[in-house]
């Protein structure tokens, strides 16, 4: 099944490669403010769904753009694509994005498709078996403090984001770490925690197509992944959180409070966990190398 998922993803990765050598005319529309799709996202998924229908017509398909409008509608084995997850980015030129597939059986993630076209990265993961890039076995990092880490996340962007609450979540990561970026592609920014070149991540308005491959790869490579609060049952609740998993800690004990799942009372001893271990970390000096800006 791996196999056949890595030819649907190279399929894609092609077509995306080949729309990439004239941006400008690729058209594009709009779902919603800031949220848009090009004729690209959906050549892309017609071409993953096809490849994988046609070994499998018996299997489901949970699509970004379509749904699940293909695919058997009761079947165990569920495909969860997201054609081109950076779509912005792609239509600005900016070689962040990627292909994501995922494997759903009987609801658990299975096997796992994150293809970066740009560069030919290809980082796959089977449940119980380990996650690669290229072929190469990859592990999340080793870092044990948050002041050394680096740390993913995505800037809410749509009408209705509650932008104040992720100042405050920044507010609070920043100043304890090496430093935060946004590289726009939440699929890439799982892979790359895999990879060991991130150390943490977190993000809320998330799909289940944008993390569903992702999520696989991070606990396959030996991190974990769940909710703000730690929970594993995180795929359809719109936050995800994932590290190494000293960093993974240390992330829950910040951003846990943020949680819209954690219950009022966890919320307040999280805050009071958080305020004891920010009174023993010194924030960065402003001119050091390592402050985040």
């Known amino acids: 099944m791996l196999n056949v998922a890595i030819k649907a993803a190279r399929a894609a990765g092609a077509l995306i490669n080949r729309a990439a050598l004239d941006v400008e005319a690729v058209r594009i529309s709009q779902k919603q ?17 096809e490849t994988l229908l046609t070994a499998y017509p018996g299997h489901g398909i949970l699509a970004e753009e379509s749904g699940s409008e293909y695919g058997a509608k009761d079947s165990e084995f569920v ?5 081109l997850d950076g779509t912005t980015n792609f239509i600005h030129g900016f070689p962040v994005y990627a292909v994501s597939i995922a494997l ?6 299975e096997q796992a498709v994150v293809y970066d076209p740009s560069r030919n990265d290809l980082f796959t993961a089977t449940k119980g078996r380990g996650a690669y890039i290229n072929d190469r076995r990859i ?14 996340t995505g800037f809410p962007f749509r009408p209705g984001d509650n932008f104040q609450n992720y100042l405050r979540m920044m507010a609070d990561v920043m100043p304890r770490t090496a430093g935060l970026r946004r590289p726009g592609a939440a699929a890439l920014d799982l892979a790359y925690i895999a990879a060991g070149y991130c150390d943490g991540f977190f993000e809320t308005g998330l799909s289940i197509w944008d993390i569903a491959a992702g999520s696989l790869l991070v606990t396959e490579a030996g991190g974990l ?4 609060t730690g929970e594993a049952d995180f795929l359809e609740q719109g ?11 240390q992330l829950v004990s910040i951003l846990g409070k943020y949680s819209q799942f954690a219950s009022a009372g966890e919320k307040a001893g999280l805050r009071q966990a958080d305020a004891a271990d920010s009174a ?6 402003s001119d050091s190398p390592d402050a985040p800006f």
């Open 104 to 109: 759903s059986v009987r609801g658990k993630i």
């Open 139 to 152: 592990r999340v990092s080793k870092r044990t403090q948050l002041k050394d880490s680096l740390i993913s």
């Open 33 to 49: 403010i800031n949220d848009f799709v090009t004729e690209v996202d959906h050549a892309s998924e017609q071409a993953i769904i």
């Open 79 to 83: 495909w969860i694509i997201d054609p």
């Open 280 to 285: 023993d970390t010194p924030a960065p000096a």
């Open 239 to 249: 936050e995800c959180l994932a590290g190494n998993p000293r960093i993974y800690g």
């Open 225 to 228: 992944v769940g909710n703000f």
